[in-house]
């Protein structure tokens, strides 16, 4: 594979393996650490029968002669199979790989190939997707769900174009930035694809796209929220507090300063709303914690009709905007309601 030309811009086949090797051995030790000699191995193999002359006259046996070719050599069965699955899925909602380690290769081999097209100015436009891009991106979150694998992708394009640092033709943290962006967007397709609302899925992952499997409850959570008949009213409500807070107000709210009842009753209700919302989050329970931030309507109602926010005395201002500021840190991080259609 030293002597294959891969891509002119990005090197051989062989440099292409050792890349996504080192990949699919840092999936291998968080996922299955006792796999990863299994990993190495099916990574470094996995573009073998390239060579073949059987895949050489029938190119769309590769992968299926890697198979067999390990198997005949005696190669571990995972590792065989892997050889033949870290292909998949070779189309939209096709067949996906039934084994950790063929989906480590297959991740990995992924993410390496549209971090280096993408690296060295080979982005897809309009129709026009010759290294089949799109279709690897999608691959590889199919992958990531059905394995329910929890773990930060950008941090693996982060490591990939890491790897791909002397091949570059373009800025490392702007093409990451695409990289990510372009993941998100096949990311956007999938969800919506599933019959989830168009502007749920905007609003989720505009806060925030880390763990895809993460980012998929958190749709599923703001859909079935959104299916409520008081759900328009709590997503003005919402709106209203972060489009006046703009990029909020990061300071202690002080409760000496609370000229109203509706302040008192607003910051009584967020300190009890808080810490549940905390610990549904942190048991992943998105629909528990939204419908709870959903009890805050009310309390988020009467404080817009029984104060002026925007008050002319600085300090009042001030700590008005930082209990929005509160209001709003409690959803950030599982969707942004600004996104949200009313």
């Not at 695409?178 to 992952?205: C, K, S, W, Y």
């Not at 202690?252 to 810490?275: H, I, M, Q, Y």
Request: glycine share 8%.
């Amino acid at each position: 594979l030293k002597n294959v030309v891969y891509q002119a811009k990005l090197g051989t086949s062989f440099e292409k393996v050792e890349r996504f090797r080192t990949l699919a051995l840092g999936l291998a030790r968080q996922f299955e650490p006792g796999a990863e000699s299994l990993t190495e191995r099916a990574a470094l193999l996995a573009k073998c029968d390239l060579e073949t002359g059987m895949v050489y006259e029938f190119p769309e046996l590769q992968g299926i002669m890697g198979r067999e070719y390990a198997t005949m050599e005696g190669e571990d069965p995972r590792v065989a199979k892997a050889i033949f699955e870290h292909y998949l899925p070779v189309e939209a909602g096709g067949q996906l790989p039934s084994d950790n380690v063929g989906a480590f290769v297959s991740i990995a081999d992924k993410v390496d190939t549209i971090c280096g097209c993408f690296g060295v100015g080979l982005i897809p436009t309009g129709s026009a997707d010759p290294y089949a891009l799109r279709r690897s991106a999608i691959g590889v979150l199919s992958i990531i769900l059905e394995r329910g694998f929890r773990f930060s992708l950008p941090q693996l394009v982060g490591d990939a174009v890491e790897l791909l640092a002397e091949k570059l033709t373009r800025p490392a943290e702007e093409v990451k930035a695409d990289v990510i962006e372009f993941i998100r967007l096949r990311f956007f397709n999938m969800l919506t694809a599933q019959g989830h609302p168009q502007d749920a899925v905007d609003a989720v992952l505009s806060a925030s796209f880390d763990d895809p499997l993460d980012a998929q409850e958190r749709v599923a959570a703001l859909a079935d929220l959104k299916g409520r008949e008081d759900f328009e009213p709590l997503a003005v409500a919402f709106k209203r507090v972060v489009n006046i807070i703009k990029g909020g107000v990061e300071v202690p709210v002080r409760s000496d300063l609370f000229e109203a009842d509706c302040e008192r009753a607003l910051w009584t209700a967020l300190e009890k709303v808080g810490a549940e919302v905390a610990g549904s989050v942190g048991k992943g329970d998105y629909e528990s914690a939204l419908r709870t931030i959903a009890t805050l309507r009310g309390p988020v109602d009467d404080f817009f009709e029984g104060v002026m926010v925007m008050a002319k005395d600085e300090a009042l201002r001030t700590n008005r905007l930082a209990m929005l500021t509160t209001v709003a840190r409690l959803f950030e991080g599982i969707a942004d309601f600004a996104k949200i259609a009313a």
